[in-house]
């Protein structure tokens, strides 16, 4: 499928369009023998900001009436010839360059687009966009007005209907694998080239596959590359010889993309059944808290690449990673979902994150499931909400955090309440969507659209004068990770490279079995993270820091996900447990922490802290927790610095104690500042 589109830039035809009025355009010298009458252009407005009055972008599209003609009208440049043009869909306003160059939808396909993708800028007074690019751009029109666009007597259009996520993915990752060893606009050529490949062949009555496709059969795809190979260097009589440009074929990008495309297959095949080897969380929310620098953001973007295969060398962003930037105005849901509006009509206004949103369920349909099944090799939608307490957290995120309690997992079977349960229809209009699509019949039949089993929140978080603290109610429904503690910034390996965190997945479960629990962690008819959520439990009874059955079930889903086989590493889920749950609960002056004992229980006491009173005090919560843990419920893992396990970095290597050291931290606050909290 080919498309042209029209660079305008004179107020003459601006105003024509805008009011659906034929129109000549002109100054044209490419494509004369191509142009053809009833051919489909696309409209960009133009022109120097600080001269013209209209608003620059993609602004709609209408049909060549007549093709070039009086060539030579421009008596400066012989070249110059003119077309008429009837306007015949045109928006209320022009898309800006910089929303078609970054669709947060279709800015893959739009990429190589002319004027509206982010790779050309071209000068010239006409230009083409092919495959994809051309599908993406009626695409792009039918979403913003669905009606009108569907009213339109078209044939394709219905073909048009949705840009394969599953053909993108594959050419993406194309992309990567030939941009190892070639230039970007040789890439460029050989993905263009194979985008037109099939149609052509396929209109000369020879069978070619569907290319982006990681299921193309291979015996196929080499019998594609053979015939071209065959015909690349013919002038006259070969198959590709009225191929236009001529240069696609003459130069070898036929048949050097189809054989690299061979290659790229094929070592997709020889790994599809290799495994990473990635741990499922526990929760599906992430709080990644500590100074500004230290690699939060990058963690969440290298989980979505290594989810993918992807080394860090590869610099495009993968399909399943977004980047949502918290505003400090963000004061209510809407903020985050999106919202309803009345200006020109009624219509849903969508969001970044509901875009992506979308796009998980659209995995989990694309490899077999539905909203109560997930199907295999279902990847991980990594969600970064970048510095997510600039605004209250509680206040924006409240939906989410409701919702994300109604999760249930039996197996491969997935259930979750509707995350966004009304004007279903507006936000499908907005989104692109439509009824015959399964992932929207499925929503409308669910009368919402729910969290997907494979998105993942991860919220960066620093703690200053900027930003808002969090509430308890936001803590025990996350995970938090104190960076500088679980990915430590080793100044030492600077130029080696810092030690890799594992590879993490989606949860697989909600709530732990006991015939899930490793054996480990048997302790007769009982569980011995039971027995140790208990005791911790001693100490914080009758305060606002006491855990409930949630906390118990997280360390019970934690237990699972890590799979402990000695004390050591059981000790080691328990201390990551206390920095993740317990300890960032808790925060207070001196009265707040106090300790009171009830009477007849005996708690030990640290010998350790007893002597060393003038720097960490004595008295409160956090003494008696780490005498507790001293001496009973980590004390295999407790003193010096290589104890226990690294459980959540790629390493052999032992480290220290967290929690002994989180909590020296609090206690030593507390003695000098008659306050204190988990948080740097």
């Known amino acids: 499928m080919i498309v042209f589109l029209a660079k305008i830039t004179n107020k003459i035809n601006v105003d024509n369009i805008l009011s659906k009025k034929k129109f000549t355009h002109e100054g044209i010298y490419l494509f004369e023998k191509e142009i053809k009458k009833s051919d489909l252009i696309f409209f960009v407005f133009s022109g120097d900001k600080a001269k013209i009055d209209w608003e620059q972008g993609l602004v709609g599209f209408g049909e060549i009436t007549k093709a070039p003609y009086d060539k030579g009208y421009n008596t400066s440049n012989s070249r110059y010839f003119r077309i008429d043009i009837q306007p015949t869909f045109v928006l209320s306003r022009p898309l800006e360059p910089k929303f078609t160059k970054l669709h947060p939808k279709y800015q893959n396909e739009l990429y190589d687009v002319p004027y509206v993708g982010a790779n050309h800028f071209p000068n010239q007074a006409i230009s083409r966009a092919r495959g994809d690019g051309a599908k993406a751009l009626f695409c792009l029109m039918r979403d913003i007005d669905p009606i009108s666009v569907s009213d339109l007597d078209y044939d394709f259009l219905d073909k048009t209907a949705k840009v394969d996520t599953n053909t993108e993915s594959v050419k993406e990752k194309f992309r990567i694998f030939l941009s190892k060893k070639n230039k970007k606009s040789t890439v460029s050529s050989y993905i263009n080239a194979l985008d037109n490949l099939p149609e052509y062949l396929n209109n000369k009555g020879i069978d070619c596959p569907s290319i982006w496709s990681f299921s193309v059969d291979l015996g196929i795809l080499q019998n594609v590359a053979d015939i071209v190979k065959g015909e690349s260097g013919k002038e006259l009589g070969g198959l590709l010889c009225d191929y236009k440009p001529k240069s696609d074929w003459n130069n070898g990008w036929f048949y050097s993309g189809v054989n690299n495309y061979v290659k790229f297959i ?3 095949a020889k790994n599809k059944n290799e495994s990473f080897d990635s741990t499922s969380l526990p929760k599906p929310f992430l709080l990644l808290a500590g100074i500004s620098g230290t690699g939060k953001t990058r963690f969440v973007l290298d989980q979505a690449r290594r989810s993918n295969g992807w080394s860090e060398t590869d610099s495009q962003k993968p399909n399943n990673y977004e980047l949502v930037a918290v505003r400090p105005d ?7 979902l999106g919202y309803v509006s009345r200006i020109d009509g009624i219509k849903y206004v969508p969001t970044k994150f509901l875009f992506f949103l979308i796009a998980a369920w659209q995995e989990v349909f694309d490899c077999g499931g539905s909203l109560v099944l997930i199907g295999e090799n279902t990847r991980p939608f990594w969600l970064c909400l970048d510095e997510m307490n600039l605004a209250p957290v509680e206040q924006y995120f409240a939906d989410y955090l409701s919702i994300l309690e109604s999760r249930k997992w039996n197996g491969s079977g997935y259930s ?3 995350l966004v349960a009304e004007h279903i229809e507006l936000a499908m209009k907005s989104l692109g969507g439509s009824k015959e699509d399964p992932v929207w019949k499925a929503f409308l039949e669910n009368d919402g659209i729910p969290i997907p089993p494979n998105f993942i929140v991860a919220g ?3 703690m200053d004068e900027t930003t808002h603290g969090f509430s308890r109610k936001v803590i025990d429904r996350a995970l938090t990770f104190d960076f500088q503690e679980f990915f430590p910034n080793d100044y030492d390996a600077f130029f080696e490279g810092q030690k890799e965190p594992n590879l993490y997945s989606f949860p697989v479960r909600s709530e732990a079995k006991k015939s899930d629990l490793p054996e480990v962690d048997a302790d007769g008819k009982n569980s011995k993270s039971v027995e140790f959520l208990k005791k911790i439990n001693t100490v914080l009874k009758n305060t606002p820091f006491e855990l409930a059955y949630r906390a118990l079930n997280e360390l019970l889903l934690s237990v699972v996900c890590f799979s402990p086989e000695n004390n050591e590493e059981l000790q080691a889920v328990w201390d990551d447990f206390l920095m993740q749950k317990v300890l960032p609960r808790i925060e207070g002056d001196s009265q707040k922490l106090k300790f009171i004992q ?23 919560i956090l003494h008696q927790l780490f005498a507790l843990l001293e001496k009973d419920l980590l004390k295999d893992i407790w003193d010096g610095a290589d104890k226990r396990p690294d459980l959540l970095r790629d390493t052999e290597e032992k480290i220290e104690c967290r929690s ?13 500042n008659h306050f204190t909290d988990f948080w740097v």
């Open 266 to 268: 094929s070592e997709f």
């Open 598 to 620: 009830e009477e007849k229980t005996n708690f030990p006491e640290s010998e350790g802290l007893k002597a060393a009173e003038k720097i960490y005090g004595k008295g409160s």
């Open 660 to 672: 002994r050291k989180k909590l020296f931290w609090m206690m030593k606050r507390l003695k000098s």
């Open 460 to 462: 960066t978080v620093n």
């Open 416 to 418: 979750s309440l509707p």
């Open 330 to 336: 963000w004061h209510e849901p809407s903020d985050l």
